[in-house]
């Protein structure tokens, strides 16, 4: 079960968020209703839905869900729910800047419409829930047409974690460029990473690849290297969470270590992103929040305990890739090439 385009995991139907629950893929395919902004928080939180882009379109539709929720009768009243519930969803992960986008732009609509009748700014702010997951979509769309271009003929790529349709609105960036090349007849192959410790790479990039017709093997992590020294790979590309005025980017933990590969190997590596990813406000990555996740994670696989309950962890979600690794940054308005400028 998805949304209502090829693939979505997230999307508004009957006056509830709907999320395809991405913890369970890839053995169950779940559709998760949400219709309070506390839940929407939680299933940002617990990786229900994930990656930057999905979830700020998440947290757009958990602002509209919370105006719903406000019993409010002034304006200010409704102000100050909603600011409760915008604070509450921007405190469930530190990295990805796209939620703090999103509920930036919700809250510019809220203010907008303090002269409106109150009945009418629920629906204002589920309209532009809605825009904003209908341009991520697009957004993708038009990226994957960019990126393509970069992707040689009977291409390798070799890519990480997932930044696919499941990471979106729909069409996915990183994969959207290589489901966008792959519809040109271009791709022979994909190497998808497992990318532990969450194993998004194995449990949803792969899922997605089945699911397209996509050619593709999975590979641990540490197979990366080895491949690229063998010549198996011609380019690299992977989402980003967070991109610095600077280029610097933070993605999935274990993309640093494959740029410094792919530079060693001669290996293009590249980043597919939405604009809305680019925080101007950050000079360099040194200033890029990195969440820290439970332990536990490492400690296991999925269910199985692999490692022993008393071993302290180190469990960062993201890592930094220095701009002067990054060959091209591929977004809706066009192919960034060093040194990073996002006029």
Known sequence: MTGPDSLSPVWWADGRLMLLDQTLLPTQEVVRAHERWEDVADAIRTLVVRGAPAIGVAAAFGVALAAGQSRATTFDGLLADLETAIKGLAATRPTA??????????????????????????????????????????????????????????????????????????????????????????????????????????RLTAWECVREGIPHRLIS???????????????????????????????????????????????????????????????????????????????????????????PVYNPAFDVTPADLIAAIVTERGVFRPPYRFG
């Open 221 to 311: 992590d540490v197979a990366a290297a080895s491949l690229m020294a063998r010549g198996q790979v011609d380019l690299v590309v992977t989402g980003a969470d967070r991109i610095a005025a600077n280029g610097d980017t933070a993605n999935k933990i274990g993309t640093y270590s494959l740029a410094v590969l792919a530079r060693h190997h001669g290996v293009p590596f590249y980043v597919a992103a939405p604009f809305s990813t680019i925080d101007p406000a950050l000079p360099s990555g040194a200033g890029i929040p990195i969440e820290e996740r439970d332990g536990a994670e490492v400690r296991r696989v999925g269910a199985t305990q692999t490692a022993p309950s008393e071993s």
């Open 97 to 202: 800047v796209n939620l703090f986008w999103a509920l930036d732009r919700m809250k510019r609509v809220l203010l907008d419409a303090r002269d409106l009748p109150l009945d009418r700014v629920g629906p204002r702010l589920l309209a532009e829930a809605q825009a904003i997951r209908d341009a991520d979509i697009a957004a993708n769309r038009a990226m994957g047409a960019h990126g393509a271009g970069l992707v040689p003929a009977n291409a390798r790529i070799l890519t990480h974690c997932n930044a696919g349709a499941l990471a979106t609105a729909g069409y996915g960036t990183a994969l959207g460029v290589i489901r966008a090349a792959h519809a040109q007849g271009k791709v022979a192959l994909v190497w998808v990473d497992e990318t532990r410790p969450v194993m998004q790479g194995s």
